[in-house]
């Protein structure tokens, strides 16, 4: 497809696509694969490569894309690249995407670009709306708990967001089980309840089911899985060392070098036999296990390509597992 032709959609998209569950007790589905725009959105990322990728995930069914007001490199460039995109190739099946964003860690300097403040939270709602063309997102989410701001600002803020028609949703990310459970309350008696909560989760990370899940079940409120793959760890990128491009290789990354340890890659490599059995790539299996938990309703991927994007949707293939 050349610049100059105009993008149509798949139209068994729906038909043919990975499915949807129901974000916690609401009316809203979501995908259970949605695209995350953390990495390869950003300026210094391949634009030809992030748009297919956007085409690819529309394509097969994956309508929620979430980002952040820091993603991107610079912070803020994933949303306006989006936004671009949205504009010259989606912008008549807007009604048909969950576009999320966030705030809560920093994103400009001085004391109002950083927290859970009434004041950076919707001065930077604001911003993300206009880098992205848009008039209202679909979730809005506190991005972080901010020890230094009372929780009854922050939920109030989110709260009057809705009121204001600049989100549909709201949620929060990262936060302690005591205070989800009184921003859960805050928000219900606000009129303006959670819809979802966005947290780590893998077969390397699953201390959120002991808490994070039972808590948002008891509250009705959603629950979204980010870093299925732990950063990468849970593939077969590190099983023969640590490559040139993965993000291991670089240390200002989350992922740092000193990780990769040999009891690490021997657990790997012993998931990547369990997952050869399946008949699964060991990146394919992780995806497929986070939804083992029926709170789970969706978990967000970070691709780089459209060929790992369309092994990410192939994990949907085989879902099931033994009893754990």
């Known amino acids: ?32 694969i949605s695209l995350g725009l953390w990495h390869n959105f950003g300026d210094v990322d391949d634009a030809d490569e992030a748009l297919n990728m956007l085409k690819h995930a529309f394509d097969n069914g994956i309508t929620h894309f979430d980002l952040a007001n820091n993603y991107g490199t ?79 600002e922050t939920m109030g803020a989110l709260s009057d967001i809705v009121k204001q028609g600049k989100a549909l949703y709201v949620g929060i990310s990262k936060y302690p089980e005591d205070k989800a459970r ?19 989760y893998s077969i390397f990370a699953r201390e959120i089911e002991h808490e994070v899940l039972p808590l948002a079940a008891e509250n009705g409120v959603g629950f979204i899985g980010f870093s299925p793959l732990s950063q990468g760890l849970l593939s077969d990128k590190y099983l023969h060392g640590i490559p040139d491009n993965s993000r291991a290789a670089h240390s200002h990354g989350f992922l740092q070098k000193s990780q990769i340890t040999p009891e690490l890659v021997n657990r790997i490599a012993q998931l990547n036999d369990i997952a050869a059995n399946r008949g699964q790539s060991l990146a394919q299996m992780a995806l497929a296990w986070c939804f083992h938990k ?23 293939k085989n879902m099931h597992f033994s009893d754990l």
């Not at 604001?126 to 929780?151: C, G, W």
């Not at 009184?182 to 966005?198: D, F, M, S, V």
């Open 74 to 152: 610079p912070f803020g460039s994933a949303e306006k690249n989006f936004g671009k995109m949205l504009k010259e190739h989606f912008s008549s099946y807007r009604d048909e995407m969950i576009i999320s964003s966030k705030a809560g860690h920093e994103m400009w300097a001085g004391p109002y670009g950083d927290g859970g403040s009434r004041k950076y939270l919707m001065a930077s709602l604001e911003q993300s709306l206009q880098r992205m063309k848009l008039d209202y997102v679909d979730i809005f989410y506190s991005h972080r708990y901010d020890a230094n701001t009372p929780i009854e």
């Open 182 to 200: 009184e921003a859960y309350r805050i928000l219900k008696e606000n009129g303006t309840p959670c819809l979802i909560y966005q947290g780590r």
């Open 1 to 32: 497809m050349s610049k100059s032709d105009k993008y149509t959609p798949n139209p068994d998209r729906y038909k043919e696509g990975i499915g949807y569950n129901y974000c916690g007790k609401s009316g809203l589905q979501l995908p259970k």
């Open 294 to 316: 029926e709170q789970v309703n969706s978990v967000i991927v970070g691709t780089s390509s459209v060929k790992q994007l369309q092994d990410n949707i192939d994990a949907l």
